[in-house]
């Protein structure tokens, strides 16, 4: 709900101040007082476009402010929350112009773009004016209209759901599908190089392991004869080391009992005797293991040359990277014969969602359809009241596509005189009629939509007396349970006024100014009253002034 109305130095207002009511305004005034330029202050803070030509005094700024109550517009809350912004109970939305022409936008004195304006905007503010391009000829209103009335709410969500889950089995299954044929384009290259790693049939390690064992071999006749020297030398001289090492042991093992310290160091002579002895004995062994294998050495080059050419083909530098994508590779051809059968299960999943969104989807357009006749029919009852008696409308439900709303495509065709050529609305009617049949439509489906604050510029263009009266009781009606700002030259419409705000000129500091007053009620009936006869109303216009107020 727009609470308050702020504007400061734009086109002929100095500044001026509107505290709006929750039901219904009516805005009067004099052709050329301004009225209109009320309108285009509000649409800045929409997130309309503006120059310095708009400012009054070019040494100053213009700004427009904006307070809306939000604390209930659950939509609002939302915005906030996708956009990073404070949230509030009142939301203040200010466009400030400077003099270079230059211009800044707040949402709660954060910086804003035009585009959340926008965004923001059409969850506030419902604004009609006579050379717009209304709501009426969007598709999705008309869809909403239609819903609204057939009360598919809870199916439209069921559908919703199933209509997501639906698109994203789809997704899924033609993924799958790529899948499969970019497999089965490198099917064979896959299985070629898995072939290559299957026959080589590799070992963990086993190219680093047998590197060694080649090192070994091809040093075999050095290493036998070393080992043969070091063992003889230990073991078989004329004079062996172990056998000497015990001769000195028995040597000193005589004098033992003469010094306190030879008893230890003849154990550690002992100890060093009994390691050699198990040194030499080892070496012998090893020794004996060690054979010069020109067989094997070939055998090895072979396997270590083949298993490089692998490395070097795949990028990689060990045996376990090598043994990591053969694994991979057998993956990839598992999932390739894995792959029909998910596809399998995955075309069933989405043939039974496709089955089920279909079913709930038909359900819903034959509710729409059922609601068509009747909705055009008190459509065109109301087109009559409010002045446009030749006006029909009708409902076109064509299939199309399932989409995210169903299987229908709704247009709402206008013929404006009785000709029997209907075209859709967008193309034919005239911004007032527009406006006129945007507040037929929304009087019908009030209760069931949750609808901004509507505001409508000159609905009453081309009309008057009981027409006019109409289209005020229609108002009135719909201002019950939401805000609505009217501006009007007709009395029947100002006479249905919750506030009634009068829009006048008065010369200031030597130059014409805009100004705005909300009227009591005696001034209300004395401004219907001159809206009926002139100037100087009668006594009859003063009644009947005073009659509309009161009715």
């Not at 005589?254 to 310290?261: A, E, F």
């Not at 090895?300 to 083949?306: D, S, T």
């Not at 989807?361 to 009559?384: C, G, H, M, W």
Request: net charge negative; glycine share 4%.
């Amino acid at each position: 709900m727009l609470k308050k109305l702020h504007i400061q130095n734009y086109a002929i207002i100095d500044e001026i101040e509107i505290q709006f009511s929750d039901k219904l305004n009516i805005i009067t005034g004099e052709t050329g007082a301004g009225k209109s330029i009320l309108v285009g202050a509000l649409s800045l803070i929409l997130g309309e476009r503006a120059d310095s030509s708009a400012l009054l005094q070019t040494n100053k700024k213009c700004f427009v402010e904006g307070f809306f109550a939000v604390e209930h517009n659950a939509d609002v809350k939302q915005f906030f929350l996708d956009n990073e912004l404070e949230d509030d109970n009142e939301l203040v939305i200010r466009r400030e112009i400077s003099a270079s022409g230059k211009s800044r936008a707040f949402i709660n004195d954060t910086p804003a773009t035009l585009q959340q304006l926008k965004i923001l905007a059409s969850l506030l503010v419902d604004l009609h004016q006579q050379f717009d391009t209304l709501e009426v000829g969007d598709s999705d209103f008309q869809r909403k209209v239609l819903d609204a009335l057939a009360n598919n709410n809870d199916l439209l969500k069921t559908y919703s759901t199933v209509f997501k889950e639906w698109q994203s089995e789809k997704k899924e299954l033609e993924l799958l599908q790529q899948q499969k044929n970019n497999f089965n384009k490198e099917l064979d290259y896959f299985q070629f190089l898995f072939d290559e790693l299957i026959e080589l049939n590799l070992q963990e390690n086993e190219l680093e392991n047998i590197e060694a064992e080649l090192k070994l071999l091809s040093n075999a006749e050095g290493i036998k004869t070393t080992l043969s020297k070091v063992y003889f030398e230990l073991k078989e001289s004329e004079q062996p080391v172990v056998q000497h090492l015990k001769q000195l042991i028995n040597q000193l093992n005589t004098y033992s009992s003469y010094h306190n310290t030879l008893p230890s160091l003849i154990q550690r002579m002992q100890s060093a005797q009994i390691e050699l002895q198990d040194i030499a004995g080892e070496i012998e062994s090893i020794d004996e293991a060690i054979h010069f294998d020109a067989q094997r050495i070939e055998w090895i080059n072979e396997r270590i040359a083949a298993g490089y050419k692998l490395l070097k083909k795949h990028g990689v530098q060990t045996t376990s990277q090598l043994l990591q994508i053969q694994k991979d590779l057998e993956e990839k051809l598992q999932a390739v014969l894995n792959m029909d059968e998910k596809i399998e299960g995955k075309q069933k999943q989405v043939a039974l969602l496709l089955q089920k969104a279909t079913a709930l989807a038909k359900e819903i357009s034959s509710n729409r359809k059922k609601q068509s006749e009747p909705f055009t029919d008190k459509v065109n009852i109301l087109l009559k009241q409010v002045g446009m008696p030749n006006a029909r409308v009708k409902v076109s439900i064509a299939d199309s596509d399932l989409n995210n709303h169903g299987l229908d495509e709704i247009e709402f065709l206008f013929d404006a005189n009785k000709s029997n050529r209907f075209e859709p609305v967008r193309k034919v009617a005239s911004g007032g009629e527009l406006s006129r049949l945007m507040l037929c439509i929304k009087s019908l489906v009030a209760e069931r939509i949750d609808l901004p604050t509507m505001i409508f510029d000159e609905i009453d263009t081309g009309i008057s007396g009981e027409a006019a009266r109409q289209v005020g009781i229609i108002m009135k009606g719909l201002s019950v349970n939401r805000q609505m700002v009217c501006i009007t030259h007709q009395p029947q419409i100002a006479g249905k006024a919750d506030a009634h705000f009068f829009v006048y000129k008065e010369i200031k500091d030597h130059s014409i100014k805009t100004n705005i007053r909300l009227l009591s009620q005696d001034e209300r009936i004395t401004t219907i009253a001159q809206m009926l006869s002139g100037e100087r109303p009668t006594a009859a216009a003063l009644e009947n002034a005073r009659e509309m107020v009161m009715n």
